[in-house]
């Protein structure tokens, strides 16, 4: 069974930098682009970065210079190193593998194939 595992959220304060981790199993994640989500309270899930196989990386507006996405292959694994944190940035994470048929990067949910459970993160004073 195909699992995306997310970790790394949790309590910081404003300014703080936090990495997240999405771990791929039963799942060879190089063969997918991958994208991260969030979704605050009472808001729709937000696209805010995306890597594809080749690790090009695309963000969303309000992290772009401040969120980073990278993939290690070899661990299956994809991260989000969230520096310069924001209340703002309060929310859920997601990580998402994208369906190889529409290429990566993609803001529509319905082109991704499988979706993480999602990791926490709390940024306050």
């Known amino acids: 069974q195909v699992q995306l595992i997310e970790s790394g959220g949790g309590l910081v304060q404003p300014g703080d930098s936090l990495r997240l981790s999405c771990l791929a199993s039963?799942?060879?994640?190089?063969?997918?682009?991958v994208t991260w989500f969030r979704q605050a309270p009472g808001k729709e899930r937000e696209f805010v970065a995306a890597?594809?196989?080749?690790?090009?990386?695309y963000y969303g507006d309000s992290v772009q210079g401040r969120f980073t996405a990278s993939r290690d292959n070899a661990k299956n694994t994809v991260y989000l190193q969230m520096n310069f944190l924001r209340p703002e940035d309060t929310a859920v994470y997601y990580c998402?593998?994208?369906?190889?048929?529409?290429?990566?990067?993609?803001?529509?949910?319905?082109?991704?194939?499988?979706w993480g459970q999602g990791t926490q993160v709390t940024v306050s004073s």
């Open positions: 998402a593998a994208q369906s190889t048929a529409t290429g990566w990067g993609s803001k529509q949910h319905d082109d991704y194939v499988y």
């Open positions: 039963e799942l060879t994640f190089s063969n997918y682009g």
């Open positions: 890597i594809s196989r080749n690790r090009s990386t």
